[in-house]
T-cell receptor, first 110, second 115 residues
């Protein structure tokens, strides 16, 4: 059975701090790992990582995949209150969908 | 404009009832899914449906059944609702994977409350 584990499960930091969210995976026939952000409604896509060692970047967010050690990290620099959300990591091998971790609940305090 | 839509957004019903949630996508995707999210935000796949092939998560009770009238629709029917079915149900769709994991496009969710 595919397994995705995220840590920490919750995190409270102050505005301006840098955070690192972790995701490890054990997936049969691994293809990619995806990060999503969920605020009050549906998860929204952040990154898809397929190749090891290549950083994906979007503004203050960046992510990288290590296929040897089977993990990924999501970094957020200069955090803002709008970054407060649940961050979900998911992985899978094909058309049977993604297996998600339990998410990291991130709270940014002003 | 809505890519993946679900109805209703909220559903409150009593134990033992039968209910359906509808999902439609206008993205032209071939694969659709149902996910259940519990109160702790854990998102778990229930079904995926691709070209009439249904893949079922073995932990899903057989009271839950997906029905797909066509490629753009995947409805979820639930029989004999139980308290533990209370959750947010997300429909999603994905384009062809091209050798990668599917990128999911989620609907807005349906919050089901069973009393």
């Amino acid at each position: 059975e595919d397994k995705v584990v995220q840590s920490p499960l919750s995190l409270v930091v102050h505005e301006g701090d840098t955070v690192t969210l972790n995701c490890s995976y054990e997936v049969t026939n691994f293809r990619s790992l995806l990060w999503y952000k969920q605020e009050k409604k549906a998860p929204t896509f952040l990154f898809m990582l397929t190749s090891s060692g290549i950083e994906k970047k979007s503004g203050r967010l960046s992510s990288i995949l290590d296929k040897k050690e089977l993990f990924s990290i999501l970094n957020i620099t200069a955090t803002q209150t709008g970054d407060s959300a649940v961050y979900l990591c998911g992985s899978g091998g094909g058309a049977d969908g993604l297996t998600f971790g339990k998410g990291t609940h991130l709270i940014i305090q002003p | 404009d809505t890519a993946v839509s679900q109805t209703p957004k909220y559903l409150v019903t009593q134990m033992g009832n039968d209910k359906s949630i509808k999902c439609e996508q206008n993205l032209g995707h071939d694969t659709m899914y149902w996910y259940k999210q519990d109160s702790k935000k854990f998102l778990k796949i229930m079904f995926s449906y691709n070209n009439k092939e249904l893949i079922i998560n073995e932990t899903v009770p057989n009271r839950f059944s997906p029905k797909s009238p066509d490629k753009a629709h995947l409805n979820l029917h639930i029989n004999s609702l139980e308290l533990g079915d209370s959750a947010v149900y997300f429909c999603a769709s994905s384009p062809p994977t091209s050798g990668r994991a599917p990128r999911l496009y989620f609907g807005p969710g349906t919050r089901l409350t069973v009393t």
